[in-house]
């Protein structure tokens, strides 16, 4: 069969899994704790897909290093807290992965998440199986580098232009143009549709199963 695609490259947070409002209020409640200006639900959404770093860095900047770890380390303990309702993929997901590795597609996450935040998502989640490969931004740059899809790229031997990148925001596909691969957005997710398309994706889709319309 022909495949426009050979390695499709998703996004986790807000495009595989439903955990936007999860962030939001775990970011919100880190900040009040931390007694740090508590940002907006929106200025929120804005930086969900960024490594820690930058996400802290565009919501809080000045903070020193203590602070920052300080802040960090909250958050995590916060994300992780066992009484929260668990976080569940979008409807549809686990049909679309399945289908996509059943047509020979290889199938790669990149996140802002950390490795053992990933890895967390992937347990909870039962989806790792379908993933060939990952790349979290504490193992490389953060988004819009296009460094994790070309890393990924070159590990599966695909030319950038055989990959397509799958996100909610639109440094995710930002990160994909500057790799040389085309994209597609999720309005579904952290991003508005606008904004998406201010990285020119070949399209945004509005259900998971959408993406088989155009792979």
């Not at 969900?48 to 020193?64: H, T, W, Y």
């Not at 055989?162 to 143009?177: H, I």
């Amino acid at each position: 069969m022909s495949r426009a695609y050979d390695l499709i490259i998703f996004d986790w947070d807000g495009t595989l899994m439903d955990s936007v409002g999860r962030i939001v209020h775990c970011w919100q409640q880190a900040a009040r704790l931390e007694s740090l200006p508590v940002a907006s639900e929106e200025e929120v959404r804005g930086i969900i897909g960024l490594s820690m770093a930058e996400a802290i860095n565009n919501l809080v900047p000045g903070l020193d290093g203590d602070r920052q770890q300080r802040f960090r380390e909250r958050y995590r303990v916060l994300y992780s807290d066992p009484n929260l309702p668990p976080t569940p993929v979008f409807e549809g997901v686990d049909t679309l992965l399945e289908s996509l590795r059943g047509s020979g597609h290889k199938l790669a996450v990149a996140t802002g998440k950390a490795r053992h935040g990933l890895e967390r998502a992937f347990a909870h989640s039962g989806l790792k199986h379908h993933f060939v490969d990952s790349r979290t931004a504490c193992e490389t740059a953060s988004k819009p580098d296009p460094q994790m899809v070309l890393e990924l790229c070159q590990a599966h031997q695909v030319a950038p232009q055989r990959a397509l990148m799958v996100g909610d925001a639109w440094f995710d596909l930002e990160m994909g143009r500057r790799a040389g691969s085309d994209s597609i957005g999720v309005s579904y997710g952290a991003g508005s549709e606008a904004h998406l398309m201010t990285a020119r994706p070949r399209a945004v889709i509005h259900h998971p199963l959408e993406l088989l319309d155009w792979v």
